[in-house]
């Protein structure tokens, strides 16, 4: 069940509807909320959803045991089952089928064809969000950061909650939790900042996406060898696009109807492509994840107290490990690897070599090679295959072809998609002041109108979100 | 990635635009008028966007519920469409359709024909929904029936002088096959038999399902070759275990190459060749990327297939530059190759085509020979 779609549109309706109408019974408004996101998970594969609770069990009680825990030993020892019991459901799940082929290939190398029986694991959606929050919950408690809650209900929400369940944003339990401890409050429901939100989704993702995807970056992403170096390069460009508008969307979506059933989610994205450096692009790109890998790898690894040597390591060990946790193929370690050397060889120059900003010029050129720097790494996380990306590498040299993938709509949507990110900052809040002095009654007009507009530009379908895949 | 070193540029010492205007007075509602704002955008959702509602509908899977749902929300659809609140979602649609489909020659807006296929298409399920034979003749011959004729066909059209050779496709193999046909029998002397049918590819196989149609053939006869020609209809959504697909997405063409797949394989199981008629460049700029998209698929499929042959048209109805042309200079003769839809081939084409088939059933023929 998309957000986008009518079947959500009718969900939700009822979960509001429900939901608001027992605001003053906490629990039963709980129960209604747990009830419908376990629905919501069960809808793509409801055998999964039994993985789901007992995930959430089961950190809901390694939570209870570290707080309790009399002693620093114990609590480590708890937490490190925690962990563990976290990361063999992810690895079963997401690496297992990629561990046996690569031993098997290995083996089939060697001459033992058909040595071991590679299994298909079907990916339970969703599942590298809510296995990473548990952890989170478990570390913050060890760490003495928060409290484990004692509500099971509480906690069985804040994975399930069904707005972030399947593609986040990563919420922390620190934020979320103290807000289904505390009852609703139905005098204080931001449903403007909502509304704008949801608009921007749907634009985002049923427009901009998808277009992009079908008349531009798929095409080519298939074929790459028979298209010349603009249409390559556009391509990429066209992706990061399609993939900033896809995800951001999402998280757009998940804060805004979070925010009509009174729950608040931090942002998940900061106009990433207008940053200078590609630390500054992981502070406004899916911003909850880069937070989680610093908070809970980096740090984890030894951050930067231990030397130049080990901070570089780190970085490189951190964005490998983040880009596995994508998936399970080379691609996205090679995609992760040079995002890590990339921030490695940044702070390397920053450390050693001190050169001066060169102002509003120098700061153009540099958010030029960041954003160039990116969309490369993109097409090792676009591509089919490890063998397509280094095909799309290869035939960015072909000159000779004549460029034959760019369509007046795609090249509009790429250029809005980018101009997105260079919005001035003051003209946004202007924009939504604005806006918002209008009455409501009348945003929800202007709301559903929005919406129509968009489903007669859009696809009879949407495709799925990307992040689902993750 | 950020680091513990610089406080100021922790990502929790900052918030967004959004987040701060979240944070005015202005922005905080109560239930009463939320929930009152939030109805009246599905009200207006509802009245003024009841044809996509239908078309959402019918595309869920098919079930009774499903079934019903779709009768009511056509009947919906309907009513809002005589008090004519169906007309700015449909005008703005016609605008955009017409921006994407900005013709190269001034070819003729092919929205009227968009809107008639629609009705056409809602109609027809209306009516089968109701247990009634639908007025059109594209379907007033049944699967099963047209199966029968094939068959009778096949066992009337019995030839020892040459290969045999099966034609199947979509409408563009009905517009050539009779003349691909014609000329590869005088000249091959072999017998060919036609299966093609409109309004088929392999996007919707519950439709029409040519995996299913090639291996009943190749189980009754026994064919040298089968050429085959399709894809015109393709380039549509479908659902595939309950999910509805859009066109072009990485989730749809997977499934419709392994359907790509499926049909060669059964193709190599039961005949020694296959070839495999790419699609002709297509008037419209739109439709001829879609079609090409099609061919590479087609072309790379037909790579991972030993006993198939692939047939590029580009270079065979198209003009210097592989583009789409009308007329082709042909022997001092300025021919029609295509037909005023931009889409089809002419006879003329049909015999370009079929010279262009020739040499690769030379190899069929000449095995044929040998073993006579």
Known sequence: MLFPTVEFAVFFLCIFLCSWALYGIPVLRKLVLLAASYYFYAYWEWRYAA???????????????????????????????GIIANLAVLCYFKYWGFFLSQISASLSALGYKDAIRVVDVILPVGISFFTFQGISYLVDIYRGQMRATKSLLDFLLYPAFFPHLVAGPIVRAADILPQFAKPANPMDIKASYAFLLLGMGVFKKVFIAHYLAVELVNPVFEAPSSYGSLDLVLAAYGYAVQIYCDFSAYSDMAIGLSAL?????????????????????????????????????????????????????????????????????????????????????????KDSLKLPEFGLLGRMVRTFVVFNFVCLTWIFFNAETLDLALEYLTALSNFSEAPRALTPLSLSLLVLGIGFHFIPKSLLPWLVDRLLRIPLIFQSGALAAWILAISALGPGALAPFIYFRF | MATER?????????????????????????????????????FLLLIFGARQIFNWSSKLPHSEWTQALTLITEEHWQAMDKLGLDEPVLSLERDFLSFQNTPKHGMPKKYQEFVAARAKSAETKRLRALGKAPPDSLWAVTKDKQREIWRREARQNKSHRGPRILLVGDSMMLSIGPVIKKDISERLGGSVDLRARVATGLARPDVFDWQ??????????????????????????????????????????????????????????????????????????????????????????????????????????????????????????????????????????????????????????HQFTKRK
Request: with cysteine.
């Open chain 1, 51 to 81: 993985l789901l609770l007992e995930v959430s069990i089961a950190d809901f009680v390694l939570g209870i045991a570290i707080d309790r825990a009399a002693s620093k030993q114990v609590k480590r020892a708890w937490l490190a089952i």
């Open chain 1, 261 to 349: 059933l009174g729950i608040r989610f931090k942002p998940n994205f900061d106009q990433p492509y207008r940053a200078a450096s590609l630390s500054e692009f992981w502070r406004r790109w899916h911003i909850s994840l880069s937070q989680w890998l610093r908070d809970y790898l980096y740090i984890s690894l030894g951050g930067n107290r231990r030397g130049r040597l080990l901070t570089y390591r780190n970085l490189l060990l951190t964005m490998v490990l983040g880009g596995l946790w994508h998936g399970a193929a080379w691609n996205f370690v090679i995609w992760g690897g040079l995002h890590g050397l990339g921030l490695a060889v940044e702070r390397l120059g």
């Open chain 2, 6 to 42: 610089d406080p100021s540029e922790h990502p929790k010492m900052r918030t967004s635009r959004a987040e701060d205007a979240a944070r005015s007075p202005r922005l905080r509602q109560n239930l009463g008028e939320v929930t009152a704002a939030l109805l009246l955008c599905y």
């Open chain 2, 212 to 365: 299913r149609e090639i291996e009943d053939a190749l189980s009754t006869t026994s064919y040298d070759a089968v050429v085959m020609m399709m894809g015109t209809n393709d380039s549509q959504d479908f659902a595939e275990n309950g999910q509805v697909l859009t066109y072009g997405t990485r989730e749809w063409v997977k499934i419709y190459n392994a359907r790509l797949t499926g049909l060669m394989d059964s193709v190599c199981r039961g005949a020694p060749r296959g070839i495999w008629i790419g699609m002709p460049p297509m008037q419209e700029e739109a439709f001829d990327r879609k079609m090409s998209r099609i061919n590479t698929w087609a072309l790379r499929e037909s790579g991972n297939h030993g006993c198939m042959k692939y047939l590029g048209l580009d270079g065979v109805i198209g003009d210097a530059s592989g583009k789409f042309s009308s007329f082709l200079a042909v022997e001092d003769d300025y021919l029609r190759v295509r037909t005023a839809d931009g889409i089809h081939v002419s006879n003329h084409g049909g015999k370009l085509i079929a010279n262009a088939l020739l040499p690769l059933l030379a190899r069929v023929h």
